[in-house]
């Protein structure tokens, strides 16, 4: 033995789930990633040469199968919407619909959202992010694994201009109350909810299917927002 302390892994934002992608889901991959996907070399991004336009970029962390930001790309054609997702089914089906409506203004990432963050957006260049259901990591042991923390929301301050927001929606309540507590812990951030603390749910954002399913274990949502203040 070395006598060397063992490197730690370091705590990323999801778990790899490969699941098997349809055949249509593959060509889709095949045909349509070189269109919409952007390289995952870790290279900072330059979002107005990679959209070929200045409009403001809106980030969803984690899109699933994509529901969500379909749905703000076919209603906002005049702002751009990045996606990070490491699901190749989920990618697949959303490549699938973006080549059906023709869309332009969405570019994809298939990446650890918290290394996107930290490494490869720059400073005050996103209008909006969006983090809806994200993995809850339930057991009490595993909630240092939850990805909004004290770094996480360093990283939003940073990317997000003034006047920006992070939209956040969980249908786990601890989780929704640990957000909550540490978003109004910041001194940049304001709660859009005020004392009410949460928001309803805004109509650029499509109830999933995860939704759903929780609503039937009895689980109540939470959509939260929170404005970057101006400086």
Do not use: C
Not at 4 to 17: K, N
Not at 64 to 82: F, I, S, V, Y
Not at 177 to 186: D, S
């Amino acid at each position: 033995m070395s006598g060397e302390a063992p490197a730690h892994r370091p705590i990323r934002s999801f778990v790899l789930r490969e699941g098997r992608m349809t055949p249509g889901q593959k060509k889709a991959w095949e045909r349509l990633w070189p269109r919409y996907g952007l390289p995952a070399d870790g290279a900072p991004l330059d979002l107005a040469a990679r959209f070929g336009n200045h409009h403001p970029v809106y980030l969803e962390i984690g899109f699933g199968n994509g529901d969500a930001l379909l749905a703000r790309a076919l209603a906002t054609p005049e702002h751009n919407q990045l996606g990070i997702e490491v699901h190749r089914p989920g990618i697949g089906r959303l490549l699938q619909a973006l080549d059906e409506h023709r869309l332009s203004n969405v570019r994809l990432l298939r990446a650890d959202a918290l290394e996107v963050l930290e490494r490869r957006l720059p400073d005050a260049s996103l209008a909006g992010v969006y983090l809806l259901f994200p993995d809850p990591w339930h057991k009490k042991r595993h909630h240092k694994r939850r990805i909004v923390r004290p770094a996480f929301i360093d990283q939003l301050a940073r990317v997000l201009r003034p006047g920006g927001f992070f939209h956040v929606a969980t249908d786990w309540e601890d989780y929704a109350e640990q957000i909550v507590t540490l978003m109004e812990a910041r001194e940049d951030f304001i709660n859009q909810a005020g004392e009410a603390r949460f928001v309803a749910r805004p109509p650029e954002r499509p109830m999933t299917r995860f939704e759903r399913r929780g609503q039937r274990l009895g689980h109540a949502t939470r959509d939260m927002r929170f404005e970057k203040k101006p400086r």
